[in-house]
């Protein structure tokens, strides 16, 4: 592998189905990245239960950092993001059991307990979060239900007990902490009242840092197997996925939103202030915190998930001479079919287990009176218009609650590389949409770290840190037809 110069920090990036170790640096006010691993992240089904698989994904970092100090050996900084909510269950610094997967079945039974002690109107009070049946405050409740809380003294969120397993240090990083549901909306701390309230042991979760803040070194064990020859610093960045997409949106003024498109879509606005009026709550939005203390109001919307579930289907239906079909093949049919086509509703609950999605969108259509669709080419066009006309209406409501004017949409992730996705919603939302960077995530993870080691000043600004992704990568505008 060539030695890359300059690149002395490292972006671990945990996504649904696999995750990445990507070096980064910045000079003279740019962002050169390289990529050094890949490795699969694949969820498993233990007895009835979906999990994730934490000791492969750990396996599969470790070789990626051993890679990424073997090619920086002047490496200075990890920063580690993943996915919201699930968390691993520790006693004594042991990990009891698998960690759950945000799908697995029993969050019904969790929205259950915690409705039984407080309802929706007042949890939103103190948490402001959108209700999403997976949030870590109703898997607590199964777990609390279950005897499993009183087995355990810690709880650590994915990207917390990676760094704890590097470092042997305990910490909860605040983006990822404000989507458990259960940090005060209003003062960014644990709510005690709220755990005592639903009887949660309030000693299970440890101290909040924020993004920037340094989570310790990796400890001697963990340097030798990597191959470290010197100190190397594991820094908290916004290890919510999002939060650190965010960060790399190049946006410009108080006039733009953000679609960070990937499996979900998160769709939303950079504001300075929660919004947990009852409109906000009833409008189903949430306020999770974003990196520099911004809060990120947003809604969650399904995502690319719906066309990758689709995928997966016919790929597990098709004879060997129907293999051939992709999907670039597939996206290129779509933007030919003529419209209408059939618009459904892509955050209905039935969209959300692992499953057969086109039979789900045709009985979705047949249920609401619609045509549904008949192609393969047609379920994509419906994928894609329906996940648009969410984009403009969750844009609109919005719009109305924070009293802004949206006139810029930023697409960043992966859905910012489709560009049927992207030209819909220029066309349904009416504003010019902005698509890039794709590796969103990894840059704003990078940047944090950057500016956390002083490879740019510790005083740069948001602001500061998007006219770096300005400089560093190229972007594609849509403008409504």
């Not at 410009?252 to 769709?267: D, H, M, Q, Y």
């Not at 969209?351 to 047609?378: K, L, N, Y």
Request: with cysteine; proline share 5%; aromatic share 6%.
């Amino acid at each position: 592998m060539d030695r890359p110069t300059g690149l002395t920090l490292a972006a671990v990036d945990l996504g649904a189905t696999s995750g990445r170790v990507i070096l980064g640096g910045v000079t003279d006010g740019v962002l050169q990245m390289k990529h050094v691993a890949r490795f699969p992240n694949a969820p498993q089904m233990v007895g009835e239960s979906l999990h994730w698989n934490i000791q492969s994904l750990f396996a599969g970092l470790s070789d990626g950092l051993r890679e990424a100090i073997s090619a920086s050996p002047g490496l200075a900084s990890i920063g580690i993001d993943s996915w919201a909510v699930d968390y691993g269950l520790l006693w004594d610094g042991r990990l009891l059991g698998i960690p759950h997967h945000y799908r697995d079945g029993r969050n019904l039974r969790g929205v259950e307990i915690v409705h039984d002690s407080m309802g929706p109107a007042e949890l939103f009070a103190h948490n402001g979060l959108q209700h999403l049946d997976f949030n870590t405050v109703f898997q607590f409740a199964v777990e609390a239900e279950d005897g499993f809380l009183d087995l355990a003294d810690r709880a650590l969120l994915i990207p917390d007990l990676i760094a704890f397993w590097l470092t042997d240090q305990m910490r909860t990083e605040l983006t990822n902490a404000s989507t458990t549901g259960l940090l005060s909306v209003t003062d960014g701390t644990w709510d005690v009242d709220l755990m005592n309230r639903l009887e949660l042991p309030c000693g299970l979760l440890p101290e909040l840092v924020s993004p920037g803040e340094r989570l310790g070194e990796l400890t001697e064990p963990v340097a030798e197997r990597l191959g470290a020859r010197a100190p190397i610093q594991v820094t908290a960045v916004g290890s919510h996925d999002t939060a650190s997409a965010v960060v790399a949106v190049p946006m410009e003024g108080p006039n733009c939103a953000f679609i960070s498109s990937g499996t979900w879509s998160l769709v939303g606005l950079e504001i300075d202030v929660p919004v947990v009026t009852e409109e906000a709550r009833l409008a189903n939005f949430t306020n999770e915190g974003g990196v520099d203390g911004t809060v990120r109001f947003l809604k969650n919307v399904s995502g690319l998930w719906l066309l990758s579930e689709s995928m997966r289907q016919w790929e597990q239906d098709a004879t060997d001479a129907q293999r051939s079909s992709n999907l670039e093949t597939l996206l290129a049919e779509a933007a030919e079919v003529e419209a209408p086509v059939a618009v459904f509703d892509p955050s209905d609950d039935r969209f959300t287990p692992p499953g057969d999605m086109p039979s789900r969108i045709r009985d979705w259509c047949v249920e609401h009176g619609q045509e549904p669709p008949r192609t393969r080419a047609e379920v994509v066009r419906s994928i894609l218009e329906s996940l648009a006309t969410a984009y403009a209406s969750t844009i609109s409501t919005a719009e109305e609650l924070t009293g802004r004017t949206v006139e810029t949409i930023h697409v960043v992730g992966g859905g910012s590389q489709n560009s049927l996705l992207c030209r819909l919603t220029a066309e349904r939302t009416g504003c010019r949409v902005i698509a890039g960077p794709v590796e969103a995530t990894a840059i704003g993870n990078l940047l944090v770290q950057a500016r956390a080691v002083g490879q740019v000043s510790e005083d740069a600004s948001l602001a500061d840190l998007r006219q770096i992704v300005r400089n560093s990568f190229p972007v594609v505008e849509y403008s409504p037809s």
